[in-house]
């Protein structure tokens, strides 16, 4: 089991705890009337999933409840860093 | 290629058995190559099998990073059923169902693909409606599936707890009879040996590192670790890496890729004569030849390269295998084993054409891709060699992320299959 660094608790915790929240910062369109097929194709089913460097959403559902962003390696499944949502990505993680 | 036969076996048993040849010799590549198929799992040797057997498309490349059938060919559960929903599905499916029948004789290599039968458990109301409704499904598409009472399904399958104190009590089940297993190492290696025997080289240890396109975007072959080969065409059969190998031709996909894990007990003598599956409390279990229970679930819950995956996943099946055959609560895990299965939005396949020209694709198969293979891989075969996909697997198209079209095997299930 893995620990996940919760950035509201302040702490390391099973990763039990938690609930998985898929690929972070893709942002709902905010004129989806404007979208074309396309458009709506990559926002709702193209996936980045990537050997490496994942972003992703958690959401610390046996704690404060609350969605967080993570970054972590998906060959070592560590985790590099957890954010706090609306935080951007941080920077030198985008291999 | 040497038969197997008991002629051959009495012969060579005068001769120390040293007049077999190899299966698949190592080979250098070749220059260039027809059709070059990245991946030599059961998928992608069985495609090369039947592009060669059934085409007369020899000249093929079999490319695999690492050995023969050692990706998911060799990390499942071996189940085989196609007792699926929709129409689309049914006919998928029972395509490789009826592939299985005579593939052993065909190969001339057992795959002992057993038909003891696939048992799904209803637990509950919903459970009885939804599998009924798949039962008639079925029948209507020519596929067997029928309902056993609950005194039926312990008759069939004596492990069973019918009692109404069950913490999930069994209220009767959906039986596919054709359903069964078969030897997943033997699927791969049968289909390398026919296909090797008729002229087709499997590369092994060579990763592929990227696809080369002409000026006009169509493929002309792939970099690997052994240098540029080149292909008129390029079919991709790579499961869990497809999303990195679609990207080296400029393609996104809408894959994800997880761990999908399985355990054996220790071997024990036959006690369990069917597969068993349970969707509510997600799990399945059989029994090998060798003895072993073989218990599987469903996927971990994120995206991941590892092949393996979190303790905590495995407590819980064995938590509700435990629940529905108690007599097996003493039972001790020999090992456990992680295999990365692509997962689509609507938990269907893919197996198309895909907007590069002379690049072919059959992913997706989630967590129940060895039931599939000889027909994904004759579908496959099919889709190259014509360069037009099979009315079988003509739905089963990218398109249908963007038309909306999709096949929603996901929601028919209620559970990764």
């Not at chain 2, 060919?73 to 699926?84: C, E, K, P, V």
């Not at chain 2, 003891?116 to 798949?134: E, T």
């Not at chain 2, 596929?143 to 707890?161: G, I, M, R």
Request: glycine fraction near 10%.
């Amino acid at each position: 089991m893995i620990l996940i660094h919760c950035p509201y608790c302040e702490e390391d915790r099973p990763e039990v705890e938690f609930t998985y929240g898929g690929e972070a910062h893709i942002a709902r369109p905010l004129d989806p009337g404007a979208l074309d097929d396309r458009q709506w194709e990559t926002y709702l089913y193209i996936r980045r999933n990537p050997r490496g460097a994942h972003a992703e959403r958690w959401r610390h559902a046996h704690g404060c409840a609350r969605f967080f962003n993570a970054v972590r390696d998906t060959v070592t499944d560590r985790f590099e860093v957890t954010y706090k949502t609306g935080e951007p990505r941080p920077a030198g993680d985008t291999k | 290629m040497k038969r197997f036969s008991g002629l051959n076996l009495f012969a060579e048993a005068f001769n120390g058995h040293k007049g077999w040849p190899e299966h698949w010799p190592d080979k250098a590549p070749k220059a260039a190559y027809d059709v070059i198929i990245i991946g030599a799992g059961g998928h992608g040797l069985g495609a090369a099998y039947y592009l060669a057997a059934k085409y007369g498309i020899t000249n093929v490349c079999v490319i695999e990073k690492g050995w023969l059938g050692g990706g998911n060919a060799g990390r499942n559960t071996t189940i085989i059923r196609s007792n699926y929903l929709y129409d689309e599905s049914a006919h998928l499916y029972d395509h490789a169902v009826k592939l299985w029948d005579g593939l052993s004789q065909e190969l001339n290599y057992n795959v002992m693909y057993s038909k003891r039968g696939v048992l799904m458990l209803a637990h509950n109301v919903h459970d009885i409606q939804s599998f009924k409704r798949h039962i008639h499904a079925n029948r209507l598409n020519g596929v067997d599936n029928e309902w056993l009472s609950t005194e039926a399904c312990k008759a069939y399958c004596p492990p069973l707890d019918i009692s109404p104190n069950a913490r999930h009590p069994v209220l009767g089940g959906a039986l596919q009879r054709r359903g069964g297993t078969a030897r997943h190492d033997s699927v791969a290696w049968g289909y390398a040996r026919g296909a090797v025997a008729r002229g087709v080289d499997i590369i092994q240890n060579c990763a592929v590192t990227g696809i080369r396109r002409g000026p006009d975007g169509a493929v002309i072959g792939v970099e690997t670790e052994k240098g540029f080969i080149g292909a008129k065409k390029i079919g991709v059969s790579a499961a869990g890496s497809t999303s990195l190998v679609m990207r080296m031709a400029g393609l996104d996909f809408p894959l994800e890729s997880y761990p999908l894990q399985a355990l054996v007990s220790e071997p024990v003598k036959p006690i369990f004569p069917c597969v068993v599956m349970s969707n509510t409390v997600h799990a399945y279990i059989s029994q090998s030849d060798k003895g072993e229970l073989v218990i599987g679930a469903g996927t971990d819950a994120y995206v991941s390269y590892s092949q393996r995956g979190a303790l905590h996943i495995i407590e819980h099946t064995l938590a509700a295998i435990c629940e529905i055959f108690p007599i097996f609560t003493r039972m001790r895990m020999l090992r456990t084993w992680g295999g990365i299965v692509d997962v689509t939005p609507d938990r269907s396949p893919i197996l198309a054409k895909t907007p590069v020209p002379g690049l072919y694709v059959n992913c997706g198969w989630g967590t129940g891709g060895f039931k599939a293979t000889p027909g994904a891989a004759d579908l496959l075969a099919h889709t190259i060699a014509h360069d037009a996909p099979h009315a079988i697997n003509a739905p089963f198209n990218l398109d249908r992320f963007r038309n909306g079209r999709l096949i929603d095997e996901a929601a028919a299930a209620a559970v990764a299959h």
